[in-house]
């Protein structure tokens, strides 16, 4: 099985189905050179302590949570489906394109032979999909995905002629040696096989798609003579692959292992680096490395320096921002220096690695149990203050290998508490791991891996809590979320007209009616139509699910995108009854325009239905979109409209002291109602407080949940 797997030390993080021990030596190696060839790579990772496999498992980042509910504490078990009778099975990778979706992928193995295998999780459960495997080459495995959106996805992998062989006695491959790379990509319905643009015995082991126009692809190759090993890069724009290698420096071979994109001009990658010191040159070292896109050429980031008896590996990345990225892995603390191999047995634990945009920190690590082996396998970064990360860790009770959960709040990591899952296999044998993590903005975070022989994956709700409101003179009143700073009591060409709220609950933008936009907290400015001319005034604004771009819309229904926000389309220069007065964003990233009659156009979301030609009290002022994609249109008398949504009530028909100006969907359910005068008004969703009754400057304009 062509398991993205690590053997360190004397505990086994299992390299076949989580079978027979490994014992191996703790330390460094020496060699009369650097290696250069595969088998020369895996002898000297397998001298130094550590076995990979292809890949890291890991995944996409795609999502954020906020900082008070942020780390998925609910976990709970979500049974996954038989991909074949009598047969290991594993998922080695999951993500999240969308609130409502996500794909996971991995392998089946029969007899020795593996085929690629992928299910969609939608409405709560999983449902097989179809995978092609290769007429010529059937040993195959897919170990990596990455889903900007629910109908896009990229899955990487290998696939060679004939499997490759893994014992007790040579625990050590790099996938297959006549392996070759494979990927497929998923469109909403199908997977289809893509050719890629590496040749030669290649691993691809990882893929970060930041939009469906750019995505990245990356493993390490042997070139045919066997004489160098280079990082391979394989990029998507939208139409096709192309590839690049980027060599290691003349004293490192370096062996790619995971990557993150944020947008096209900024990728980070991770994995491990071997090197050879000392006067004669022939100690080997093993450490960590890091790469990163510009959008023109991948440089060298210095990565922490490790003691005399640190053997540290970096198998997952995730990027939040430019400026916020987690490396995982796992490290070896040996008894006696890396130059002096030793039989002891050594401590072994996960490591994390945190990027702030300039360098790269080692971070402490929790154990989840003093002295016992633990390693993290795959991580999702949902912004400053929210990260998850999955792995596996020993047990001394059966099974022996069980999964691991750990959450970033901002300062700490802790341990998750997972589920007790029953396994079939008997004491001392198989056991439980994870190997990929994925979450949906507001919505679920979910890990996979195997509880072998079968497939495993765990889900946890990650709903926001809380809400903001803004008015006219740009003054924000934050009600659970933190306060991170606002344009009240500065001077302002034209008045605040709306809002958003960052995925991750750590910021937000304010939009001026000129188009000048404000970012605070993690909000990142990606530019904005401020100082440039209009045809109509900006009415509102919406973030992109993924939190790194965001749209402005006038009362034209003229769209202005920025960031990773996509184009799909507008009603400006079209003839409209009434004018538009808001904006919301679809799970799937396509989004709406609401206009005063209630008429709704729809980009790149389905329409399901709208007031447009039906008779209304009130002029409608707003809108918003609940997780599963359906929408509310809320009027100045607060009454409610609901398409495909559940109707919880509405101030409709209610005295109100000021007329509402807005609305906004709450992540665990239900939704709130907005006054000019600050007062909300909740409906299926906790009330926890209001500006109403209160002075204010200037009326409150509109609210971001």
């Keep these: ?304 320096k490790q003691g005399p008896t640190i053997l540290r590996v970096t198998l997952a990345v995730s990027c939040a921002n430019p400026s916020v990225c987690t490396a995982v892995g796992a490290q070896l603390v040996a008894t006696a220096t890396p130059t002096t191999p030793t039989t002891t047995v050594v401590t072994e634990s996960g490591v994390i690695e945190q990027w702030d945009g300039s360098a790269w920190t080692t971070t402490t690590t929790p154990r989840p149990t003093k002295d016992r082996p633990a390693m993290l396998r795959a991580v999702d970064c949902f912004g400053p203050t929210s990260c998850v990360a999955a792995g596996l860790q020993v047990s001394t009770s059966a099974p022996p290998v069980q999964s691991l959960v750990e959450n970033w709040n901002g300062a700490a990591w802790t341990v998750a508490d997972l589920p007790t899952v029953a396994t079939t296999t008997a004491t001392g044998t198989g056991g439980q791991a994870l190997y990929g993590v994925s979450c949906a903005p507001g919505v679920q975070c979910v890990a996979v891996g195997e509880n072998y022989p079968k497939a495993l994956s765990f889900v946890s709700p990650v709903a926001r809590s809380g809400y903001d409101e803004v008015a006219s003179d740009g003054g924000i009143f934050a009600f659970g979320p933190p306060f991170y700073g606002s344009m009240g009591g500065k001077p302002l060409n034209r008045p605040v007209v709306g809002m958003a709220m960052t995925p991750d609950g750590g910021g937000y933008w304010e939009v001026a009616s000129d188009g000048g936009l404000f970012a605070f907290g993690d909000a990142v400015f990606y530019g904005s139509m401020g100082g440039k001319p209009l045809n109509q005034p900006i009415v509102g604004m919406a973030a992109t699910p993924d939190g790194r771009g965001y749209w402005e819309v006038a009362s034209d229904g003229g769209i202005f995108a920025f960031g990773d926000a996509r184009f799909l389309g507008s009603m400006g220069g079209q003839p409209l009854n009434k004018p538009v007065v808001g904006l919301a964003v679809a799970p799937s990233g396509g989004y709406y325009e609401v206009a005063s009659d209630g008429g709704l156009f729809a980009f790149g979301a389905p329409f399901l239905g709208s007031m447009g030609g039906q008779p209304l009290n009130k002029p409608v002022v707003g809108m918003a979109v609940a997780p599963s994609g359906d929408y509310y249109e809320v009027a100045s008398d607060g009454g409610i409209f609901a398409f495909g949504a559940p109707f919880l009530g509405s101030m409709g028909g209610q005295p109100l002291n000021k007329p509402v100006v807005g609305m906004a969907v709450n992540d665990g359910g239900g939704y709130y109602e907005v006054a000019s005068d600050g007062g909300i008004f909740a409906f299926g969703a906790p009330f926890l407080g209001s500006m109403g009754g209160q002075p204010l400057n200037q009326p409150i304009v509109g609210m971001a949940q």
Excluded at 12 to 25: H, L
Excluded at 259 to 268: I, R
């Design 1 to 304: 099985m062509k398991r993205q797997s690590l053997t360190v030390g004397a505990a086994v993080f299992v390299a076949v189905a989580m079978g027979a021990p490994v014992a191996a030596e703790a330390g460094a190696t020496t060699a009369t050179g650097l290696p250069k060839s595969p088998a020369q790579v895996r002898q000297a990772l397998a001298q130094a302590g550590f076995a990979i496999d292809n890949g890291t498992g890991g995944s996409t980042p795609a999502h954020r949570s906020s900082p008070e509910l942020v780390t998925p504490s609910q976990w709970s078990n979500l049974p996954t489906p038989t991909f074949g009778s009598g047969q290991t099975q594993v998922l080695e990778s999951v993500s999240c394109g969308s609130a409502t979706s996500c794909v996971a992928v991995g392998e089946i193995d029969s007899g020795g032979v593996t085929r690629p295998i992928a299910a969609v999780l939608t409405e709560g459960s999983w449902k097989v999909t179809t995978v092609p495997v290769p007429t010529t080459q059937p040993d195959s495995a897919l170990v990596s995905v990455s889903c900007p959106s629910a109908s896009f996805c990229v899955a990487v992998g290998d696939q060679a002629s004939t499997p490759s062989t893994l014992t007790p006695t040579t625990p050590i491959t790099i996938g297959p040696t006549n392996a070759v790379p494979l990927i497929e990509q998923w469109n909403g319905s199908a997977w289809t096989i893509v050719p890629s643009p590496t040749t030669g015995e290649t691993d691809l082991t990882s893929v970060s798609c930041a939009s469906s126009t750019f995505c990245v692809a990356v493993g390490t190759s042997f070139t045919a003579s066997a004489t160098t090993v280079t990082t391979v890069v394989d990029r998507w724009d939208g139409t096709t692959w192309s590839a690049s290698r980027v060599p290691s420096a003349a004293t490192t071979v370096r062996l790619a292992l995971g990557v993150s994109c944020t947008s096209a001009t900024f990728c980070m990658l991770v994995g491990v680096q071997f090197g050879v010191t000392g006067v004669t040159g022939t100690t080997l070292t093993l450490g960590t490395f890091s790469l990163r896109w510009d959008g023109t050429s991948w440089t060298t980031v210095a990565t922490p």
